[in-house]
T-cell receptor, first 114, second 113 residues
Framework: KAGVTQTPRYLIKTRGQQVTLSCSPISGHRSVSWYQQTPGQGLQFLFEYFSETQRNKGNFPGRFSGRQFSNSRSEMNVSTLELGDSALYLC?????????????FGSGTQLSVL | DAKTTQPPSMDCAEGRAANLPCNHSTISGNEYVYWYRQIHSQGPQYIIHGLKNNETNEMASLIITEDRKSSTLILPHATLRDTAVYYCIVRVALAEGAQKLVFGQGTRLTINP
């Protein structure tokens, strides 16, 4: 069974640009969540999607957005990139949203903003 | 959100049991404790989780205190490949069934030959 797939693996952008990251969950998983990891702030929750609906959003500015498609694949978008957006962006999937559901993470997209 | 506190680093000899402590004194009754580990620049890997009973799987054991305010992850026979950052996480239950993981800073575990 294939794991969570994130593309691209590495990305370099310049300030002011926008970026779209993609996540394909494990087959049969309907919940997708996104996390940002930086050396200073650690791992922080961005948002969670289930059945194409955003269930919850973390404390990030409106420049960070996401969506989920009917096949459970998800994308996140960051507009007007800032230097501080440089981070490892991780996607995780689970079958459902219950507290007992294990989350499985992808390898992440390493975004560098110059 | 429930917060977790872990020692920033620990060392363990190869072949010995590694015991990683975690405090989560503000955990709510319906919130699970999860353990993940992360090897540099990879995504976190699920290890084990529990609510109030001790749990064991092929990777590790999880001991949760009766008051649920702390837990210990046990790697019974540590190998060099177990060197990683270990995160103790509370799975926070939100409104309308939404969930999120609240990560702390983790413990950097180094297994020494």
């Amino acid at each position: 069974k294939a794991g969570v797939t994130q593309t691209p693996r590495y990305l370099i952008k310049t300030r002011g640009q926008q970026v779209t990251l993609s996540c394909s969950p494990i087959s049969g998983h309907r919940s997708v969540s996104w996390y940002q990891q930086t050396p200073g702030q650690g791992l922080q929750f961005l948002f969670e999607y289930f059945s194409e609906t955003q269930r919850n959003k973390g404390n990030f500015p409106g420049r960070f957005s996401g969506r989920q498609f009917s096949n459970s694949r998800s994308e996140m978008n960051v507009s007007t990139l800032e230097l501080g957006d440089s981070a490892l962006y991780l996607c995780a999937s689970s079958r459902g949203t219950g507290s007992n559901e294990k989350l499985f993470f992808g390898s992440g997209t390493q975004l560098s903003v110059l | 959100d429930a917060k977790t506190t872990q020692p920033p680093s620990m060392d363990c000899a190869e072949g010995r049991a590694a015991n990683l402590p975690c405090n989560h004194s503000t955990i709510s009754g319906n919130e699970y404790v999860y353990w993940y580990r992360q090897i540099h620049s990879q995504g976190p890997q699920y290890i084990i989780h529990g609510l109030k009973n001790n749990e064991t799987n092929e990777m590790a054991s999880l001991i949760i205190t009766e008051d649920r305010k702390s837990s210990t992850l046990i790697l019974p026979h540590a190998t060099l490949r177990d060197t990683a950052v270990y995160y103790c996480i509370v799975r926070v239950a939100l409104a309308e069934g939404a969930q999120k993981l609240v990560f702390g800073q983790g413990t950097r575990l180094t297994i020494n030959p």
